[in-house]
C-alpha cells in the first residue's frame, strides 16, 4: 500500500480490472458457503465498511470477515465472484439472514431493525429524522466525491487538492449542521448511525491533510467516539487486511 495518502483512500469503489478474492482470510477459515454467521465482505480502509462495522461491534454482533482488496489486482471487487454478490462493485456487502445487503446504510438500518439493542436510531421521529439527514450528508455528499473512483477521474496532479476541497465543503455544512443537533454526540448524547459515518469521515480528512481548526464540533464529537470500544476495534488499523506497517 505504502504511505501515499491517496493510495486505497477510496471508501467504496476503484479502477476497473479483475482480482480473485482471498474467500479465506487469514484467521478466518470460514468459507461463504459454510458459516452460519453474518459475513462482511470489507477492506480495512473502506469509510463505507468502518461504517458496518462499528453497528456490528456496537450491537454485540459476531461475524466473520472476507477481505476484499480495492487496489491489489486491480481492484478486487471487481472479480465476477464479488461481482454476484454485489453488482456494483463495491465495499461493505453483508451475508446476514440468508441475504446479501449492500450500501452501508440499508445494512445499519437493516441490523437496527432486526437487532434493535443498542438503538443506533432515536425514537423520536425528529431526532431520527437528523440522524438520516446527517448520515447522508456524508454518505451522499461528501463521500462519493472524494472516492478513489473520483479522484482518478480529476487526475493525479489534482487529487489532493480535490479531495481537500470538497471535505472542506461538506464540512462547513455539517458544522452547522451540527451545532444544532449535537449533545455529546452528533444528535444528542446517544451514539446513532450519524455517529458511524462521522468518524469514517474524519479519518479520510485526515487522510487527505484537511485542516480541521475550523469545525471544533466534529474534532470535538470524533474525539469522543473514537475513545468508545466499537470505534477502536472496528478501526482500519485493527482489522485481518490491514498490512503489518499500518496496524496499530
Given at each position: ?8 483512500s ?46 456490528l ?42 441475504i ?25 421521529p ?14 451522499s ?16 496532479e ?24 449535537a449533545?455529546k ?56 487486511d ?7
Open positions: 500500500m505504502g504511505s501515499h495518502p491517496l493510495q486505497g477510496s471508501p467504496c469503489s476503484a479502477s476497473s480490472g479483475r482480482g480473485a478474492i482471498p474467500w479465506e482470510a487469514k484467521g478466518h477459515h470460514t468459507t461463504m458457503t459454510e458459516s452460519s454467521k453474518p459475513i462482511l465482505y470489507s477492506y480495512f480502509r473502506s469509510s463505507c465498511s468502518w461504517r458496518v462495522r462499528i453497528a461491534a456496537l450491537k454485540g454482533i459476531d461475524y466473520e470477515t472476507i477481505p476484499v482488496n480495492l487496489i491489489k489486482d486491480q481492484g478486487q471487487q471487481f472479480s465476477e465472484e464479488f461481482q454476484a454478490l454485489n453488482p456494483m462493485k463495491q465495499v461493505p456487502a453483508l451475508k446476514i439472514d440468508g446479501t445487503i449492500s450500501q452501508s446504510l440499508a445494512i445499519i438500518e437493516f441490523l437496527e431493525e432486526t437487532r434493535p439493542t443498542p438503538r443506533l436510531l432515536p425514537k423520536d425528529k431526532k431520527r429524522a437528523q440522524v438520516r439527514m446527517i448520515s447522508d450528508t456524508i454518505a455528499g461528501i463521500q462519493p466525491l472524494q472516492n478513489l473512483s473520483v479522484l482518478k477521474q480529476v487526475g493525479q489534482n487529487q489532493l487538492a480535490w479531495a481537500q476541497k470538497v471535505i472542506h465543503t461538506g464540512f462547513n455544512a455539517l458544522e452547522q449542521i451540527l451545532r444544532n443537533t449533545g454526540y452528533c444528535v444528542g448524547d446517544e451514539v446513532s448511525m450519524a455517529d458511524l459515518c462521522l468518524v469514517p469521515q474524519v479519518a479520510n480528512a485526515e487522510r487527505f491533510k484537511v485542516d480541521l481548526t475550523p469545525y471544533p464540533t466534529i474534532s470535538r464529537i470524533n474525539k469522543t467516539l473514537l475513545a468508545l470500544e466499537a470505534f477502536q476495534v472496528s478501526h482500519p488499523c485493527r482489522q485481518p490491514t498490512p503489518p506497517e499500518l496496524r496499530a
